[in-house]
Structures are given as structure tokens and as C-alpha cells.
């Protein structure tokens, strides 16, 4: 896939040391300040991965990433916000950011993320072409097409997210292994950085309710408590 990068950040100094440490990763960086112009330049095509500010003139990062995930194909998304409330991180779930760092954040950690997106995208064009994950899931009610990528609750379509159906694909082809957070982003995600293990939080409670009939008393993926999650026998 193209290693295209379009970062959409209105700030100066981070959008500059965003797209030279881009560079460094031997990937083409495409910088854009405002959130109509980045959205056009997508459209444009060619870009394998957004890098996506919250808070942009012209069109907020929400309304940006919404707009990518209403087109055709798949490019994941890394949003930056310099919010680290609950409420934004599912909000920039919900519109379909695969990933999230909070400012400030590390070189390290940019990278880290940015590598693991590309490793996962790759991986999934890899699994498209031999088609080694055809065969469906079946567990009381729950069906997951792992070669379409699509899953359904007694046969009703349930919208997920790139990463949640990673994640749910993972739990769902180990059942009754016991994961914990740490192992989870290092498998899922692909990087792992101490302090980040809600990330996995924010996932899984989306994950269950839209999976589970009664989020607060999952039937699926089911919590070990002190020790992480597992799916169910």
C-alpha cells in the first residue's frame, strides 16, 4: 500500500515535527492546515494514512474523519487532541478513528503508532488476497465473517470499527483464553506503552455494547477481574 501520510494539524510547530518525524519513518508526509483543505487532498487519493487534528478551522477533525469513513475503500486514522476527556476519545472512535494520541505525546510514541497502522493494514491486504480467514464464527446469535469483515447479532449487521473487529476477531479465535491489557495492545494495536491500557477500556465497552445484549452483564467478552478479558467458552 502507498506510504503516503496526510497530517491534518493546524498547529505549526507540532505539524512540522509531525511531518519531519513522518519523513524520518521513510513514508512522504502531506501537511495540510485546515480541515476542508486535508479533507479535499484526501479525496485526491493516494493516501494510505491520516494523521488528524481535533480542533482545525474550516472543519472540525470529527466532521473530517466522518467524511473519510462515509467513502469508499478503508485508510486508517490517527487522531491528535489536546482533549483527554472520556467523551472525545469514543467521540473520535464513534466516527471511525482507528487510534488516538493525546498532546502532548512522544516522538517514540507517534512512531510506534504510525508503524503499527501500516503493519495492520497490511496484514489485512495480505489476508484479502490469500484468504487464510474464511471460515465464519458462530456463537449464539453472534456470526463473524472474518473475510468480508463483517459480523451480525442474530443475523441483524453490526458496524464496527477496523480495530473493534480486530479486537473482537482475536477474543473470538481464542475462546476462553484470559488476554490482559498489555497483551492486547501489543497483539491488537501492534505497540505497547505503559499508562495507554485504556485505550483497550474504551474499546471493549464499545465493543460490548454493540455485541452484547446487556453491556453491564457481557455474555461474550467477559472480564477477569485483576487479570484482563477473555471470550467466552
Known amino acids: 500500500m502507498t506510504r503516503n501520510v496526510l497530517i491534518i494539524e493546524d498547529n505549526p510547530g507540532i505539524g512540522e515535527l509531525v511531518r519531519m518525524h513522518v519523513a524520518e519513518l521513510g513514508m512522504t ?10 479533507l479535499a487532498r484526501f479525496r485526491e487519493g493516494g493516501i494510505g494514512l491520516v494523521i488528524l487534528d481535533l480542533m482545525l478551522p474550516g472543519m472540525d477533525g470529527l466532521s473530517v474523519c466522518r467524511e473519510i469513513r462515509a467513502g469508499p475503500g478503508y485508510v486508517p486514522v490517527l487522531m491528535l487532541t489536546a482533549k483527554s476527556t472520556e467523551l472525545n476519545r469514543v ?3 464513534e466516527m471511525g478513528a ?13 512512531a510506534a503508532r504510525v508503524k503499527a497502522l501500516f503493519r495492520r493494514v497490511d496484514a489485512m491486504a495480505s489476508a484479502a488476497v490469500v484468504e487464510t480467514r474464511s471460515d465464519e464464527l458462530i456463537a449464539d446469535g453472534l456470526r463473524i465473517d472474518p473475510a468480508r469483515r463483517r459480523v451480525f447479532i442474530r443475523e441483524q449487521p453490526v458496524e464496527l470499527t477496523a480495530r473493534e473487529f480486530d479486537l473482537l476477531w482475536h477474543f473470538a479465535s481464542h475462546p476462553g483464553r484470559v488476554f490482559s491489557r498489555v497483551q492486547l495492545l501489543d497483539t491488537v494495536w501492534g505497540y505497547s506503552h505503559e499508562g495507554y491500557e485504556h485505550t483497550v477500556n474504551t474499546h471493549i465497552n464499545r465493543l460490548r455494547g454493540k455485541i452484547e445484549t446487556d453491556p453491564a452483564q457481557p455474555e461474550f467478552i467477559q472480564t477477569v ?9
Open 91 to 93: 467521540l473520535g472512535l
Open 225 to 233: 477481574w485483576g487479570v484482563g478479558y477473555r471470550f467466552r467458552e
Open 29 to 38: 508526509p502531506i501537511l495540510c492546515k485546515r480541515g476542508d483543505t486535508g
Open 98 to 110: 482507528d487510534d488516538y494520541l493525546t498532546k502532548p505525546f512522544s516522538v517514540a510514541e507517534l
